[in-house]
């Protein structure tokens, strides 16, 4: 394996991930909360994420894909819809990075199809500088520069999910 970096180390990640816990808690004051985790890169900060509201939080799970290796395919695939009605409740994406905007551009229309009350974005990391479709992403942990970012979630190939930091290859 090449080189791995450390781009945001641990505590700096547990300390965001506390600040936007609390901006979620007081936009969803006394509301349940739909989680909706893209698989399988967001289980471990959505779950850090829910750790640490109060609400009721509620787990779903999607998954799609647009990625092989390091490089996007361009096409989104969807491979796991959700299980339970999100018709009248409070959903948000938790995804582990937004790139080009495509794959939450897909699940919005997707989701707004199934009659969500509303529906918002909660992103570890984003990379605006790749964005093809703009997008209104809620909550942002951090935004970082075009580098190819693996840990937290973050895989290369299936690998590396669980490095308990956000690195880079070179």
């Known amino acids: 394996m090449e080189n791995i970096n450390v781009l945001i180390n641990k505590a700096r990640i547990e300390k965001r991930i506390d600040e936007m816990a609390k901006e979620i808690e007081k936009d969803y004051e006394g509301k349940e909360i739909v989680f909706l ?92 500088s790749r964005r093809v479709i703009e997008l209104n992403v809620d909550y942002i942990g951090f935004k970082i520069e075009d580098k190819f970012v693996v840990g937290y979630g973050l895989d290369y190939d299936q690998k590396l999910r669980n490095l308990p930091y956000i690195g880079y290859i070179e």
Do not use: C
């Open 37 to 128: 985790g893209i698989l399988k890169g967001s289980v471990p900060f959505m779950w850090e994420l829910s750790k640490r509201i109060k609400n009721d939080i509620i787990f779903e799970f999607i998954e799609v894909s647009s990625y092989k290796g390091t490089e996007s395919t361009g096409t989104i695939s969807l491979h796991k819809d959700i299980k339970n009605s999100i018709e009248g409740k409070d959903v948000i994406i938790v995804e582990d990075i937004v790139d080009t905007g495509k794959t939450i551009d897909f699940l919005l229309k997707h989701l707004q199809e199934k009659g969500a009350n509303s529906i918002k974005i909660a992103t570890l990391l984003s990379k605006p």
